[in-house]
């Protein structure tokens, strides 16, 4: 069966029948099952665990949670420390992205890192330079993974303190799409660029909007099988 393609200026839009609203594929994201929940593995050489709530571990300077009550806490101590959490998920086709909220509220020297990874491979590294002092949306290109099937996603941190401090690295708000466009926007012309918004955000930036559920393809055809 074929679809009638709108031309949105060498960008074509193909109707698209409605979908569910984007689903988060990481299981409690906030972090909010708290300590050895049953969510996350856990592992910190000194505390047990890098999850914290603002009674059981304080701010150590910083802001504590991004939202909610938990997060994950790496470092905290002038000493060497290795922290890491971790789950077991399945990113299907079209999650290109990791995205969370993360913070170095204080910092010894650059030899202390954290890294999100995927299969153990890291995709996105910080050295604690102190240039995140507060939360900061972190978004990751994971597309590589993107495939249905299962996956290990971590989050890394070795602590060397060998300036004599330490370096406090939090991550809160862990999110990834499943890639699915969520109910109520589709594709907004704009010149040449095409973007998926919502109705009232493409007007106000004076796009033109083509509709629910519609998306975005580069494809020269006026027509898509």
Not at 118 to 130: L, Q, R
Not at 142 to 159: K, M, N, P, Q, R
Request: aromatic share 10%.
């Amino acid at each position: 069966m074929k679809k009638l393609g709108i031309f949105c200026a060498g960008l074509v839009l193909v109707l698209a029948a409605p979908v569910a609203m984007a689903a988060n594929i990481v299981d409690d994201p906030g972090f909010e099952a708290g300590a050895f929940g049953g969510v996350w593995t856990e592992f910190s050489a000194t505390f047990g665990t890098p999850l914290c709530d603002i009674g059981s571990c304080g701010t150590g300077g910083g802001t504590g949670p991004a939202s909610g009550d938990w997060w994950a806490w790496f470092g905290g101590i002038a000493a060497p420390e290795i922290g890491s959490v971790s789950q077991s998920l399945v990113i299907p086709v079209g999650a290109n992205t990791l995205e969370f909220q993360f913070e170095n509220s204080a910092s010894d020297t650059v030899a202390d890192f954290i890294e999100a990874r995927i299969d153990g491979i890291g995709v996105w590294t910080y050295f604690a330079d102190g240039s995140i002092p507060v939360y900061a949306l972190q978004s990751v290109d994971i597309s590589a993974f993107a495939d249905g099937a299962v996956h290990t996603l971590e989050f890394y941190s070795e602590i060397s303190a060998v300036g004599g401090g330490g370096s406090n690295f939090f991550v809160d708000d862990v999110v990834i799409d499943d890639g699915v466009i969520p109910a109520g926007r589709g594709a907004c012309c704009d010149g040449d660029a095409c973007s998926i918004e919502t109705e009232a955000d493409c007007i106000a930036a004076g796009g033109a909007y083509q509709g629910d559920n519609t998306e975005c393809f580069a494809n020269s055809g006026m027509e898509m099988d």
